[in-house]
């Protein structure tokens, strides 16, 4: 028996068909018949009613999906800008950046710590492909 996995186009039907339930609900059209047409249980269309009652429209929404970053944005730019200059600026003796030398300078300027497995699709972030590029 296999396994059923959503895309994230999925969810976002998902989404909006929890959030055209809502505008339904909010115009007074009963529930079956909102359930009937959107190819939900009554049950479902409820308990959507009961989460936007008890915590407002934002809790049909998607959630994020995953750990949250361990950087903000605010900090993913310094660490672009520290990227900016060659490593021998911070210390290290050679001129190419690399993944060890990435989660250092993290380490150093955040206090977070990166495994380095996770440092390359970071820079792959930043569209670096080759760990020694020079900016």
């Known amino acids: 028996m296999g396994f059923l996995f959503r895309t994230p186009s999925d969810k976002s039907i998902l989404e909006m068909r929890r959030l055209a339930a809502f505008a339904r609900i909010r115009r007074g059209e009963p529930l079956a018949a909102i359930a009937r047409s959107l190819g939900v249980s009554?049950?479902?269309?409820?308990?959507w009613a009961q989460s936007v009652r008890e915590r407002g429209a934002a809790s049909l929404r998607r959630k994020p999906m995953g750990r949250p970053p361990k950087l903000s944005r605010k900090q993913m730019t310094h660490l672009w800008r520290l990227l900016a200059k060659t490593p021998t600026y911070y210390g290290f003796p050679e001129q190419g950046w690399s993944p060890m030398r990435v989660s250092k300078l993290i380490y150093q300027q955040f206090g977070v710590r990166y495994d380095l497995y996770y440092i390359r699709p970071l820079l792959a972030r930043f569209g670096w492909r080759r760990w020694s590029k020079k900016i």
């Open 42 to 47: 009554r049950q479902a269309v409820h308990q």
